[in-house]
């Protein structure tokens, strides 16, 4: 890891692929599938299926190798006003100013019935260009990465969205959902701060509550941008508070 950049100043910290989490699900697999197939192929055809299934096995170990060798030298080196960002043997770094949002997505997984869970992240960064960086499980600490990137994005976007709202724009916060100093925006129809009752995260959409009673939108979390400064709005502009809802 670098120690310092020229124009980001002091390195924070280091994020590769976790190249154990690349490589065994593939190996997994591919041992499943010749085991699969040295038990059906094989023994159903003894005269052509070893052949077939070599190749098929080999097939699918190039094709799962290629892939693992796209990711291999992936690496995010954090510094105090920027960060690079490494895919294969191209670096290209970025002002933390240069991100417009971050979109998150997060599921549990359960295998076996259940004994074994895993929670699964996909974190989308989206620089004012309209580039696009994926962050996966497959870098070590994600979450610990992008929670860092977080904390030097949001106060300056956080500022912006003020003085937007002080211009009377209409600032985004998905493809549909927009708000202003008036109110929320979806779609054609809007909700002024007064009328909205509430919030809640349910069955992974934000839902939000008007003061007649009725939900006035149900949004999937993973289509909304900069989520936590999203519902931090809706509880100060509007004196709302989350509504007691089953997530």
């Known amino acids: 890891m670098a120690n310092a950049h020229p124009e980001y100043g002091a390195a924070i910290g280091g994020y590769r692929i976790d190249r154990l989490r690349l490589i065994l699900p593939s190996a997994l697999l591919v041992v499943l599938l010749g085991l699969g197939l040295n038990f059906t192929l094989v023994e159903s055809d003894p005269l052509r299926g070893p052949f077939l299934t070599t190749l098929i096995v080999a097939g699918a170990a190039l094709a799962l190798g290629w892939r693992a060798l796209h990711y291999w030298n992936r690496q995010i080196v954090l510094f105090e006003r920027g960060f690079s960002f490494r895919e294969g043997a191209e670096t290209v770094s970025f002002d933390y100013a240069e991100i417009a949002s971050i979109r998150q997505q997060g599921e549990q997984l359960a295998y076996f019935g259940g004994l074994i869970r895993h929670r699964r992240f996909r974190f989308t960064l989206t620089t004012i260009r309209g580039e696009i960086i994926e962050l996966t499980n497959l870098y070590e600490r994600v979450d610990q990465l992008v929670e860092q990137i977080e904390q030097r994005v949001y ?6 969205i003020m003085a937007a709202f002080a211009r009377e724009e209409r600032v985004p916060f998905s493809d549909s959902l927009s708000l202003s100093r008036d109110g929320l925006h979806h ?41 936590p400064l999203l519902v931090d709005l809706l509880r100060r502009r509007s004196d709302s508070r989350p509504l007691n809802r089953p997530s």
């Open 155 to 160: 106060p300056r976007l956080g500022g912006q």
């Open 187 to 227: 779609r054609g129809k809007a909700l002024a701060w007064e009328d909205l009752a509430g919030y809640a995260v349910q069955n992974g959409n934000l839902v939000l509550r008007a003061s007649d009673g009725t939900d006035w939108l149900s949004l999937p979390l993973a289509e909304i941008d900069n989520l």
